[in-house]
Each structure stands twice: as C-alpha cells, then as structure tokens.
C-alpha cells in the first residue's frame, strides 16, 4: 500500500537557523511531489512540486527551497529562516497519470513549523 | 492571483440539513477538481472529485456540482453530521509546464454543523 511520511510533526526554530524538512512516500514509484504551506488566511499554497530526481518547479518566489534526491524523497530547505516563514507545511504526492485519468493527491500529516 | 476562491470563509449549519459549500475558478485549463477535508493539525484529505466533463458526481452524502460555463462548483453534503465540521478545501487540477500535474487550492471554508 502507499504511504506518505512526513517529519517532524512539530518545529521550533530561531531567525535566521536553517531549516530542513524531509518527506518520504512508499508503495509507488515516480509520484509527482509536492511541497504545500498552509498559513493563517492564505489556504494551501503550492510552494514546490516536482515530476522527477532533480526535477524542481517553484510556484513563488520565497526564502524556501525544494530537493529532490531521490525518487520517493522530498525535502524543503531553507538556509536562514525568516519570522514570515512560519506555518503548516505539507507533503503530497500523486502517482502518475494514466491516460486522461487524472488522480488525487495524498498528504502527509504536516509539521508545524514556529519561527521566533 | 487567487486561481481559485472560496469566498465563503466559515458556515454554520444545524445537523439533518443541506450544507453547501462553493467554490469558484479562473483558470478555463483546469479539467480536474477535488474537495479535500481538513482537520486542524492533520493532512488534508480527499473527499470526492469531479472531471471537467461531468456535472455531478455523487458519493454518499457528499455531491459535487461543476458548472463550466459559469466556472463553478460546489459541494453539497446532506444530511449534515457534527463530525462533519472541519475546513474544506477546493481543489482544481491543470497540467503544467513539462506535462506535470499541480493542484491549485482555495482558501478554504469552515463547516461547523451544530448539533
């Protein structure tokens, strides 16, 4: 079966510390991935997704960045965090597609991230 | 820009009746849209969906209604239970550059359903 894991659940960081979240699928290969951040007022907004290894898209321009270094691992890096960066992150993943068959995307259960 | 809106930010219903939750979209190259639950603290997740070539898909308690010309949707849930209060999402799906597949959220609206 496929599983999505996402860690650490919870995280408090400094200004200015770096930051590094790890997400990890199992049960499929080549999902396409994605990194999502849910803030107060803003929804879920698409930070990152990518379709393969080395294979990043970025949606908006922030102090974030994605990698993807292997085909079932997504991680979301920042190398200075700002206090703006806090939030909710999120990993999803979709299998691939077949045909005109489109699919949903499973999330992760999200780290909590608090930047003081 | 907001591609997709949910403009209504909380509902209240009472439990046994209809909630309705809308969603609207700019995008005309969506062909796919999802509703996804959401509890604080956990991951979203997938609710119904509906193909840009249907009208209505149906699950149970849960509708979903696509209106193309108008670009939009909702999601009709009935009858309403307390557990079902929780944030909703919309979702509307397009390819994007290189062929990859990306989700688009609203902002999400709160269903509390009183008892």
């Known amino acids: 079966s496929q599983t999505i894991h996402q860690w650490p659940a919870t995280l408090v960081q400094p200004v200015g510390s770096p930051l590094s979240l790890e997400c990890t699928v199992e049960?499929?290969?080549?999902?396409?991935l994605y990194w999502y951040r849910q803030a107060a007022g803003r929804g879920l907004q698409l930070l990152f997704y990518?379709?393969?290894?080395?294979?990043i898209s970025s949606e908006v321009p922030q102090n974030l960045s994605a990698s993807r270094p292997q085909d079932r691992q997504f991680i979301l890096s920042s190398k200075k965090l700002l206090l703006s960066d806090s939030g909710f992150y999120l990993c999803?993943?979709?299998?691939?597609?077949?045909?005109?068959?489109?699919?949903?995307?499973?999330f992760g259960q999200g780290t909590r991230l608090t930047v003081v | 820009d907001q591609q997709v809106k949910q403009n209504s930010p909380s509902l209240s219903v009472q439990e046994g009746r209809i909630s309705i939750l809308n969603c609207d979209y700019t995008n005309s190259m969506f062909d796919y849209f999802l509703w996804y639950k959401k509890y604080p603290a956990e991951g979203p997740t997938f609710l119904i969906s509906?193909?840009?070539?249907?009208d209505k898909n149906e699950d149970g308690r849960f509708t979903v209604f696509l209106n193309k010309s108008a670009k939009h949707l909702s999601l009709h849930i009935v009858p309403s239970q307390p557990g079902d209060s929780a944030v909703y999402f919309c979702?509307?799906?397009?390819?994007?550059?290189?062929?990859?597949?990306?989700?688009?959220f609203g902002k999400g609206t709160k269903l509390t359903v009183n008892p």
């Open positions: 990518s379709v393969g290894i080395g294979q």
């Open positions: 509906i193909s840009s070539i249907k």
């Open positions: 049960g499929t290969s080549n999902p396409n």
């Open positions: 979702a509307a799906s397009a390819v994007a550059q290189g062929g990859s597949e990306k989700l688009v």
């Open positions: 999803a993943y979709k299998t691939p597609e077949t045909g005109l068959m489109s699919t949903e995307a499973f």
